[in-house]
């Protein structure tokens, strides 16, 4: 493909293309400007009170669930938060606000330029429910063709391009639509060289279907990561065994650290408990296979309104692995060369 050579053996950031020793600390998957708004919420004027230390709680907690906290178009409240994480050693983000969720792909460049940080952006699509309507009516190589476009070109009518695609939404059950962006993103996988990002269904099964069917494409698993693994596997079994297959597990909801999930009954992991299977992951031989990240995706895990920020893994949760006898060297593999690797095109 014309272009490709330009790009492999660099990572393309949202001001344009770098040398993978430039990266820094990683955190895999973050929104920074974005809209999850529920489908069932948008378009209502009501945004709900504002948040305060009155009400943060039962915001955190699902006593009280309104569009106010499910949305971020400011810029200037973007670098705020984004440049703490800078001051506290995080060197870049990679930003999968991708197709249903608003991206704003002139928006992150502007936070990229305001606190030197890298952003790479995600591209296609996110879960059903979430999607234009008008994809019901695309093919599988519609979907390649547009992915392609945002890697090579430029994503959602601006020339800021992609670098990664997804996170790619999946549902348990999956549904045909979302099984068809998946087969156009590993198209545009394949012909770009980037990694891929899936947001699996909240069924334990539902990443090794993921894996089983990439596989069972002909693709390769070696540049899959699955995201939220922290509010889908519960056991080691079943972690193992997805590891096994080559993908790389992200542990992405880290600072999320009461039980309540707003999105199933599940016993939601504290950081302690990620930490545990990151290290039953590593005792396994799959160190190379671990990323970690927040995905913050509600005002009420910002600074501003009583949240822990992006900073929060590089001020608490690497300190906790130290003390808990991850090595430097494990840490680095986490947070810096398997980031590095994975957002290097191919
Ligand atoms: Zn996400």
């Known amino acids: 493909m014309p272009g490709r050579d330009a790009i492999r053996g660099r990572i393309m950031t949202v001001r344009g293309p770098i040398e ?3 990266l820094g600390a990683t955190l895999m998957h973050e929104h920074v400007l974005w809209d999850i708004t529920r489908p069932k919420m948008r378009g209502s004027n009501d ?6 230390l009155d009400n943060v709680w039962q915001y955190n907690y699902g006593e009280i669930s309104h569009p106010r906290n499910y949305h971020l178009e400011d810029v200037a409240v973007a670098i705020d938060e984004v440049a703490r994480m800078r001051d506290v050693g995080g060197g870049a983000i990679v930003e999968l606000t991708c197709g249903g969720l608003r991206p704003d792909p002139l928006g992150l460049m502007a936070v990229s330029e305001g606190t030197g940080v890298n952003i790479v952006m995600g591209c296609g699509h996110y879960v059903e429910p979430y999607q234009d309507p008008r994809n019901h009516d695309r093919s599988v190589d519609d979907f390649a063709s547009e992915m392609i476009g945002q890697v090579m070109t430029g994503a959602w009518g601006t020339p800021v391009r992609a ?4 996170e790619i939404g999946c549902s348990a059950p999956w549904t045909a639509l979302e099984r068809r962006v998946m087969q156009g993103a590993l198209i545009a996988q394949a012909e770009t060289g980037a990694a891929i990002n899936v947001h699996p269904g909240r069924d334990p099964d539902q990443p090794q279907e993921v894996a089983d069917f990439i596989r069972g494409q002909g693709r390769d698993l070696d540049r899959v990561v699955i995201s939220h693994i922290d509010r889908t596997i519960f056991d080691t079994d079943r972690l193992l065994k997805l590891a096994d297959t080559g993908v790389t597990i992200e542990f992405d909801l ?3 650290e009461n039980s309540f999930y707003a999105l199933s009954d599940i016993d939601m992991p504290n950081d302690a408990h990620r930490l545990r299977h990151i290290r039953s992951l590593i005792d396994h031989g799959h160190l190379d296979r671990v990323v970690i990240s927040h995905d913050i995706c509600y005002l009420t895990r910002l600074t501003r309104f009583g ?6 893994i590089f001020r608490n949760v690497v300190p906790m692995m130290r003390r808990r006898g991850f090595t430097d060297d494990e840490v680095d593999a986490i947070l810096v060369r398997n980031p590095r690797r994975l957002l290097t095109f191919v």
Do not use: D, N, R, T
């Open 47 to 52: 945004q709900g009170p504002e948040i305060s």
């Open 163 to 166: 670098g990664m695609i997804g």
């Open 254 to 256: 880290f600072g999320q």
């Open 20 to 22: 993978p020793a430039k």
């Open 307 to 312: 949240g822990h920020g992006y900073g929060h």
